[in-house]
């Protein structure tokens, strides 16, 4: 697909991996609406790249549909969505100290990371579907955020891992369904990113981890996730993958 001209919704665009893709999709000449909660920091983002930021909560449907109307009217068309928005959370699922891994944590995990990722999903594929048709009879794509973590999530990411596994687990048969409107459904599945999200984990604990990644031996720059969104939204025969980028990186057990 080409991207000048189109306009792309990006879900977390406030930071990390949302806002560097904010940032490359809109190099590639699309307008970029930012969506996300975090209004100082989205607006700064948006105006960064001449985009449009749009206060979202992506677990609530009237709080997406209205981004989605935004992105539909703002410029091009809405060809191109991308959910950044998450949470992790790090819990066992009985701790140490004998106590139950909280309930209310492990849903709001499943709210933001999978029903939220839904809830863009099934939106921006509706709103791509009044659009006309490109080559191939594509009207648009949409990249979600799984995690390695959904194939091998450590002790204390019950939570992370069973919900970056249910995105895994949708791309297949949203593909499917939205093949019939000419939607494209892919999944990246970054490893250890350098992230305020991975920052905020102590260095004794960041340290043995990196050391686990094969190839290149680092944290994986929030630009590479960024260009791999793109490479997604141009390569029109990329669709139902679940793509991992993570330097070789296979998340040890604790």
Known sequence: MELRGVTAMVSGAAGGLGAATARELAVAGAHVVVADLDGRAGDAVAAEVGGTFVRTDVTREESVQHAVDVAAGVAGPLRVAVSCAG???????????????????????????????????????????????????????????????????????????????????????????????????????????????????????????????????RLGAPEEFARSVRAVCEIGYLNAAVIRLDGGLRLPGS
């Not at 594929?125 to 794509?141: F, N, S, Y």
């Not at 955020?145 to 999530?153: I, P, R």
């Not at 002790?155 to 995105?167: I, M």
């Not at 048969?173 to 494209?184: F, H, K, Q």
């Open 87 to 217: 949470v992790a959370p790090a819990a066992r699922t009985v701790g140490l100290d004998g106590r139950p891994h909280d309930l209310a944590t492990f849903e709001r995990t499943l709210a933001v990371n999978v029903a939220g990722t839904f809830n863009v999903l099934r939106l921006t594929a509706a709103a791509m579907a009044a659009t006309d048709p490109l080559e191939d009879g594509e009207r648009g794509v949409v990249v979600n955020t799984s995690s390695a973590a959904a194939e091998d999530g450590q002790a204390g990411q019950v939570a992370y891992a069973a919900s970056k596994g249910a995105v895994a687990a949708l791309t297949l048969p949203a593909a499917r369904d939205l093949s019939a409107i000419g939607v494209r459904v892919c999944a990246l599945s970054p490893g250890l990113f350098d992230t305020p999200l991975f920052g905020a984990i102590p260095p004794e604990f960041r340290r043995p981890l990196v050391r686990q990644v094969v190839f290149p031996p």
